[in-house]
Every structure is written in structure tokens, then in C-alpha cells.
């Protein structure tokens, strides 16, 4: 949340919900184990996005699929 505070709308134990500029609909993005989120998994993940649009672009498709040029 601190990384995105503009994006994220919300957050629980089992979503995030991101407000995307280039989506409609807010984003919900589930977590299904949040206790895994270490920093040790998830800092490349972070450090690797240029926005919140990459980082969600990344986390639900992978690396290769990021939005940022």
C-alpha cells in the first residue's frame, strides 16, 4: 500500500483492490496466502514495476508480460 497509496482502494487479508487509470472496473487482486508475501518473494516483484499498472500487469501474468516501456 505505501508503494501505491493513489492506486490501492482497498486491502484485506484476502484482496488487494486496485483503481487502474487504464481499466473501467477496479482491479481485485486475491490473496489466497498473505503470510507468503515476504519480502525476500515479493522484492524483485516490486523493485521490477514501474507503476502500479506493471506491478498488477506482473503479478498476474509474469515478468515478460509488463506494461511499461
Known amino acids: 500500500m505505501s508503494r501505491f497509496p493513489h492506486e490501492v482502494v482497498g486491502a484485506s487479508w484476502d484482496s488487494i483492490i486496485f483503481e487502474l487509470p487504464s481499466h473501467r472496473r477496479l482491479q481485485r487482486i486475491p490473496t489466497r496466502e498473505p ?35
Not at 525476500?40 to 501474468?61: G, H, I, K, N, P
Request: glycine share 6%.
Open 35 to 69: 503470510l507468503r508475501g515476504t519480502r525476500a518473494l515479493t522484492e524483485e516483484l516490486f523493485a521490477a514495476s514501474a507503476d502500479a499498472e506493471d506491478f498488477v500487469a506482473r503479478l498476474l501474468t509474469g515478468p515478460e508480460h509488463s506494461v511499461a516501456p
